[in-house]
């Protein structure tokens, strides 16, 4: 069993659609988790990170951490054709050995039409 | 912003042959940096995690004689493939962390070897 699992899609929605993209994970000693966008062929770079349970909204972004079912999850609202992308989540363990090492979910890749 | 450059961004090479990736942090310092391959419609698989002015930590299953990482400098690090063969064609990305931080993670635009 992978660390963590997500589904790799393809999602493919409407511009304005609400999507939903989630990873389970085996760890439970992740405390750190971190959304990434990746374009093609280029580096992930950063879209949301939180800590333990709880939810975190930055404008049409919300991640969503629940570790007692080790779900997490990122909604994307009035999505747009910009949003096309491959999104990975990933995740951490505070301190240790593992400290900064970043286990990532395979990547969804979501494709946004007008 | 933290910027992280690698660069090449693309290149080919002969069997047999070696090849150096480099990895800076343009405005940080950057204790720790982190070597992924990444297959096409896969996920990022850490190789090794690299901290400056000591030996690298390779991952499982990682050869640590044909993937060699050096990191002399807070802001550099490079990786060679050595004696590189068609197997080892991949999509190779770096990242830097910036020091103290937890989720400051930036990553480099990845390099693009294909082992002729």
């Known amino acids: 069993q992978k660390e963590v699992e997500q589904d790799p899609g393809p999602l493919s929605v409407p511009e304005g659609a609400i999507v939903s993209l989630n990873c389970t994970y085996s760890?439970?000693?992740?405390?750190?988790f971190m959304w990434y966008r990746q374009y093609s062929r280029k580096g992930p770079e950063l879209l949301m990170y939180?800590?333990?349970?709880g939810n975190k909204e930055d404008g049409r972004f919300t991640a969503q951490v629940d570790k007692s079912s080790k779900y997490i999850s990122l909604f994307i609202r009035d999505s747009q054709p910009s949003d096309s992308a491959t999104y990975l989540c990933a995740m951490s363990e505070p301190g240790g050995t593992s400290y900064g090492k970043l286990t990532f979910g395979q990547g969804t890749i979501l494709t946004v039409h007008p | 912003g933290a910027v992280v450059s690698q660069h090449p961004s693309r290149v080919i090479c002969k069997s047999g042959t070696s090849v150096k990736i480099e990895c800076r942090s343009l405005d940080f310092q950057a204790t720790t940096m982190f070597w992924y391959r990444q297959f096409p419609k896969q996920s990022l698989m850490l190789m090794a995690t690299s901290n400056e002015g000591s030996k690298a930590t390779y991952e499982q299953g990682v050869e640590k004689d044909k993937f060699l990482i050096n990191h002399a400098s807070l802001t550099l690090s490079t990786l060679t493939v050595t004696s590189a063969h068609p197997e080892d064609s991949s999509f190779y990305i770096c990242?830097?962390?910036?020091?103290?931080?937890?989720?400051?993670?930036?990553f480099g635009s990845g390099t693009r070897l294909t082992v002729v």
């Open positions: 990242s830097a962390r910036r020091t103290g931080t937890v989720y400051g993670y930036t």
């Open positions: 760890n439970s000693a992740f405390q750190y």
């Open positions: 939180t800590y333990s349970s």
